[in-house]
């Protein structure tokens, strides 16, 4: 298998940001992780959210690709929202 440094163009975990997942989950819910993955691959996606979860940023019930918003990611997330207007 191939490492990383052979292909640099592939997307990896820290190219999804933390305001973009938690942006994605604030703004589509329970489809954030369908609408990531038209734009990383879905192991990026799950690497990131699961990253969230661990972070306390993020909560899950049965799937971790179907989580939201913790206390503490309500806020991170208006911070950050904030921050770009």
């Known amino acids: 298998m191939a490492d990383q440094s052979t ?20 703004a589509r819910k329970f489809q954030a992780f369908e609408y990531l993955v038209q734009k990383y691959p879905a192991k990026v996606v799950q690497a990131a959210m699961r990253r969230d979860i661990q972070r306390g940023l993020l909560d899950y019930g049965v799937s971790e690709i179907r989580p939201w918003l913790t206390p503490l990611g309500v806020h991170w997330e208006a911070e950050l929202s904030a921050s770009t207007a």
Do not use: F, Y
């Open 7 to 26: 292909h640099p163009d592939r997307p990896k975990r820290a190219d999804l940001s933390t305001g973009e997942v938690l942006r994605a989950v604030a």
